[in-house]
């Protein structure tokens, strides 16, 4: 499920700086609300699983 | 129940609040009538297919996020659109009005004669309708 952070005081679905699921987005275009700058999708922070040498 | 002027009434196109650029707005709710006269009786009718019409006026703004930023790719599209009579929480004097599915076939970027304020008519039709008092 992606997420969105809020970027303007206008979307009506979440205040600025929230982060909104897009699952509450149901029924809005979200690419329209990225395009317009309303919205920021937010990039999943990937963990990394560092192995090392000696553990393996 | 008095009478109500509009001077603070609550518009959301796609999610996005944008009354304080407008100055207009006309929500028309309309239920085709199919006609179900038969022979030996009076005209007579059933209720059809909603048939929504929403007009907008907004004034033109071409800063981000406001008016030119938020339309313009939503032409050609179905969205959600959310009135109220005011800002304040919806109730029964003060009820909303969402349409979904509602289609904006056309946007003038640039329209008004010299001296005059810019303006853009947003005209959106069909979707479904729905009123809530709570």
Do not use: W
């Amino acid at each position: 499920m992606a997420s969105y952070k809020v970027l303007s005081n206008r979307f009506s679905l979440g205040k600025k700086g929230e982060t909104v699921d897009s699952a509450l987005l149901d029924g809005c275009n979200i690419g329209a609300l990225v395009e317009a700058g309303h919205l920021a999708e937010v990039s999943a922070k990937v963990s990394k699983t560092v192995t090392s040498e000696q553990e393996k | 129940m008095a009478q109500i002027v509009l001077k603070d009434a609550s518009i959301s196109i796609g999610g996005v609040e944008l009354a304080d650029r407008s100055n207009s707005v006309e929500v028309n709710y309309e239920i085709e009538s199919v006609e179900v006269t038969a022979f030996g009786g009076n005209r007579s009718f059933v209720g059809g297919l909603q048939n929504n019409t929403c007009t907008v006026e907004l004034m033109q703004d071409f800063a981000a996020t406001e008016t030119e930023a938020t339309i313009f790719p939503l032409v050609g599209t179905q969205v959600t659109l959310v009135f109220k009579p005011t800002s304040d929480a919806v109730g029964a004097d003060n009820p909303s009005y969402t349409i979904s599915g509602a289609y904006l076939s056309s946007h003038t970027p640039i329209a008004a004669a010299v001296g005059e304020l810019a303006m853009t008519s947003l005209t959106f039709t069909g979707g479904t309708l729905v009123k809530a008092t709570s």
